[in-house]
Each structure stands twice: as C-alpha cells, then as structure tokens.
C-alpha cells in the first residue's frame, strides 16, 4: 500500500535548527517557544536533516548498514548508534548522544521513543520488529487513503502491510488524506471499526502522534467513507486546544495521550515533511 513512501523520511524543514533553552529543553526553530529566547545552538537545518535521515534510515530500513545491533522490539542503544554514525558515516565527529535525544524528543510526528539509554522508531519498519509493547490506541474510529485501483480489493481482502511489517493507520480523516496525498492526487478513504475489531481482541497501537499501527485488519472492519464532504472539514482531534491543557509539560512524543496541538509557528512548514 504504501509503496515508495518510506524512502522519503526526510525531515526537511527550513527554519527547523535545533536549539536548547535551559529553562524549557530542546526546540526546533531559532528561538523557544515557550519564552522566546535564543538558546543553546545544537544543529543547523542541514546537520538536523542530514541525521534525521540517518535515523530513520538505520532504526527503520538498514541498521546492518552501520553495523548497529537492533533488539527484537527495534531498540538500539544511543552510544552504540553514534559511535557507529561516527566510524560509519564522514562529518558527524561532532556528534554526541544528547543530539540524537534532541532530535528524538522535538520530532513533530513522534517518529521515535527514547528509554533509558535506548531509542527506537515506533513505525515505518521494514525491518522485522515487535511492536506490541506500544500503547493500546485510544480511540475507536481510524481511517487509510486507497487509491481507486486498490479500494475493492482491500474492502474485500482486508489490510495486509505491503512493504512494512506492520499496517499504518490514521486517526481522521484528515490525516488518512494527507497521507493518501503523497501517492495519488484523489485519495478514497477507508474508515476502520476500531471498536468492533477490539470486541474481538485486533490489538492496534498508537505508534506515532498520528499513527497508529496493526498486523493486520480484516475485511469485516473495514467501510468507505463515502460523505467526501466530512474531507472538507478542518477541525479534527489535533486541534482541540483543551488537550493541550490536560498534559502540561509532557515532552516525548509518543506518550501523548493525545495528539497535542502544535504551535502555528510549525504549522505552516509542515507540508514538506514525510507523509507518515
Ligand atoms: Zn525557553
């Protein structure tokens, strides 16, 4: 299904150095934030999107590529990968573990989990992992883009992951959109009965701020969305602004409760990163 999209993992951003505030953390930008001063250089743009590509690239696709030892759940260990970022790859002598956590903590999409020392990516696999130790996704209704080709065959066959291991779900249809959009102009969108598939123990966990991962979803759970006027619509989960308030302080992406609204200083430069 999501054929060519995880070659693109580029974060490419343009005003998206990293910096450190020593009162509010890391932040991407020039400035924090929360208090709007200039911290702590850590990376350029350049540097950021150079080693995001990294990442990605080696905690999802190629970690044999450095040499990097990958645990059965898709863990590795920080020291380990930036020694291997620093023999493997030229112009990285400058890094160091706290730039990887920089990077991990500020993902806008929440790409990544950090544990004691370890990092992961939470999904775009095509390396074989277990990720049943993710959270439980919270909510009922999920939704992926399918192009006019591909729509009867799933809503008959089902969703089977294609080039990844697992199947990567949205959480509106917004977001199923958006994604649907790096492959076809139009997408059709399926909507998922997450409530029925858990009466019936489908495990689907929330990977991402808006992704959500499962082996697999059987035909029975799976519509299509046919009011295309609901598309249109541009309030969604991620813009209710109270959720904000309910989970003060929290920084690592991927233990949101909820999808946080972002600043809309970010907003604008959104478009150009990967889909997923
Ligand atoms: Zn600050």
Same mark, same amino acid.
Request: aromatic residues 10%; proline residues 2%.
């Given at each position: 299904?999501?054929?060519?999209?995880?070659?693109?993992?580029?974060?490419?951003?343009?005003?998206?150095?990293?910096?450190?505030?020593?009162?509010?953390?890391?932040?991407?930008?020039?400035?924090?934030?929360?208090?709007?001063?200039?911290?702590?250089?850590?990376?350029? %743009?350049?540097?950021?999107?150079?080693?995001?590509?990294?990442?990605?690239?080696?905690?999802?696709?190629?970690?044999?590529?450095?040499?990097?030892?990958? %645990?059965?759940?898709?863990?590795?260990?920080?020291?380990?990968?930036?020694?291997?970022?620093?023999?493997?790859?030229?112009? !990285?002598?400058?890094?160091?573990? !706290?730039?990887?956590?920089?990077?991990?903590?500020?993902?806008?999409?929440g790409r990544y989990q950090i544990d004691g020392g370890m990092i992961r990516a939470t999904y775009g696999h095509t390396i074989d992992v277990r990720l049943d130790d993710l959270p439980a996704a919270e909510i009922d209704a999920f939704y992926y883009p399918v192009t006019e080709e591909e729509i009867d065959i799933i809503l008959e066959g089902g969703l089977n992951p294609i080039d990844r291991k697992y199947v990567h779900l949205s959480g509106s249809i917004e977001k199923a959109v958006e994604a649907g959009k790096v492959r076809t102009q139009d997408p059709l969108i399926l909507r998922i009965d997450g409530a029925k598939a858990k009466e019936d123990n489908v495990m689907i966990y929330h990977a991402g701020k808006d992704v959500y991962v499962t082996e697999r979803i059987d035909a029975k759970y799976i519509s299509k969305v046919t009011d295309q006027s609901i598309v249109e619509q541009p309030v969604s989960v991620e813009e209710q602004p109270s959720v904000e308030e309910q989970s003060p302080g929290e920084e690592q992406p991927n233990v949101d409760k909820k999808p946080k609204k972002r600043k809309s200083t970010k907003k604008k430069t959104k478009k150009s990163e990967e889909k997923d």
């Open positions: 299904m999501n054929t060519k999209t995880y070659t693109c993992y580029a974060i490419t951003e343009l005003g998206n150095m990293l910096g450190k505030c020593d009162e509010h953390g890391y932040y991407r930008g020039e400035t924090c934030p929360v208090c709007n001063k200039k911290g702590k250089f850590l990376m350029s %743009d350049r540097e950021l999107d150079s080693l995001g590509r990294i990442m990605a690239g080696v905690l999802r696709h190629f970690p044999e590529k450095l040499g990097v030892n990958v %645990d059965g759940h898709g863990w590795v260990d920080i020291s380990a990968f930036v020694d291997a970022v620093g023999i493997g790859r030229s112009g !990285f002598n400058w890094l160091r573990e !706290f730039h990887v956590e920089a990077i991990a903590l500020t993902d806008q999409k």
